[in-house]
């Protein structure tokens, strides 16, 4: 097979994303300090949105807010898809919560003399 | 060994789970039914230009109210994790370095245009590529400043947790007039739709967005307090 029908059947945003939830996916499993494996999990995420935005995309279409380049009436037929970009909204904010919960969680047992290591909370480990 | 096998057989079998998306899956060709219904009737029923302020605060507007909820179970558990007494810290605190002289400059100068800058997004969250997170995430950075510019310094918890409670109970109450004036609960057209485009438009969505970012600006101002673990 051709190496340029190779690189045109690569979709870039999707493929830097699979990349991305790869590497967070090697820290959460990989790695044993809990800071660096909250961290990988708001990588990880990343890499999800990152996918979940190219499903949405189509290619030579505007962003879906009406102004000159679309109007009501030729909005369906020039915009990108809104309901992932929707999602992906959502998954940041819940993201940002859940990754200052599990830092906090991380802080509080560093600060009641515990390790940061996984490997030192018996039903962590493995 | 036998972990270092089953973490690269694990991150092997994600990347084969990943690889129809990645690779010739291509990009659809038109939207979805669902995603053109939405384009084609949110600018007309609701008077938004942004579509996904319109699928976000309105559509599914009732997904926001549980994520804004999520929010504040979130700030709610990382203050309740990080006080002094909780964290094992002597009463006596130590004393933190001052910040440098550009440092404080800088915030005074910044604060509030940055605070400028987060209402205006969530103003025109239904206008522009903004919203009521994305201004309160703002809002927090002008917060975030000034906690680093005077370390010793105490976020004003009353005011905060006012703000956060006042515009919470807006943002229902304006989903229940939209359940009795209008057809369903956070339904918008409480408020006429007006012309799209114009700032005052698309019935009570602004609104419902600027309290959201009002909520979202408070609520990560008290995570970032809380960070600063300075909390009684």
């Known amino acids: 097979m051709n190496i340029l029908e190779f690189l045109a059947g690569i979709n870039p945003v999707a493929a830097s994303g699979a990349i991305v939830v790869l590497i967070g996916l090697w820290g959460i499993l990989a790695r044993p300090n809990l800071f660096k494996i909250a961290i990988a999990f708001t990588i990880m995420e990343t890499g999800v949105n990152l996918i979940i935005l190219s499903v949405g995309y189509i290619r030579g279409r505007t962003a879906p807010i009406l102004d000159s380049a679309a109007d009501a009436a030729t909005a369906s037929a020039r915009m990108t898809d809104p309901v992932p970009q929707a999602l992906v909204l959502t998954a940041i904010v819940i993201g940002l919560a859940v990754t200052a919960l599990m830092l906090s969680y991380a802080v509080r047992l560093r600060a009641g003399g515990g390790a940061s290591s996984i490997e030192s909370y018996g039903e962590e480990k493995w | ?232």
């Open chain 2, 1 to 232: 060994m036998m972990r270092k096998i089953l973490v690269i057989l694990a991150i092997v079998g994600f990347a084969v789970v990943l690889l129809p998306l990645a690779y010739q899956a291509g990009v659809q060709p038109a939207p979805g039914a669902l995603a053109t219904e939405y384009l084609e009737k949110a600018p007309a029923e609701l008077g938004t230009a942004n579509v996904v302020t319109a699928i976000v605060v309105s559509y599914r507007g009732f997904d926001t109210l549980g994520e804004v909820a999520v929010l504040f179970a979130a700030t709610a558990g990382v203050g309740a994790l990080l006080t002094r007494k909780r964290l094992g810290l002597a009463s006596t605190r130590e004393k933190r370095m001052p910040a440098t002289e550009i440092l404080r400059t800088a915030t005074r100068f910044l604060t509030s245009l940055l605070i400028l800058f987060g209402v205006y997004i969530f103003v025109h969250g239904h206008l522009t590529p903004g919203g009521g997170f994305q201004g309160g995430v703002v809002i927090a950075t002008a917060i975030l400043l000034n906690l680093l510019a005077e370390p010793e310094s105490h976020l004003a918890h009353g005011v905060m947790t006012g703000v956060e409670a006042l515009s919470g109970a807006a943002y229902v109450t304006l989903g229940l007039l939209g359940a009795f004036l209008a057809w369903g609960f956070l339904d918008p057209r409480v408020l006429p739709a007006g012309s799209i485009g114009a700032l005052v438009s698309a019935g009570t969505v602004p609104l419902i967005y600027s309290v959201i970012g009002l909520k979202v600006g408070a609520e990560l101002s008290g995570i970032l307090d809380a960070l600063k673990g300075d909390r009684e």
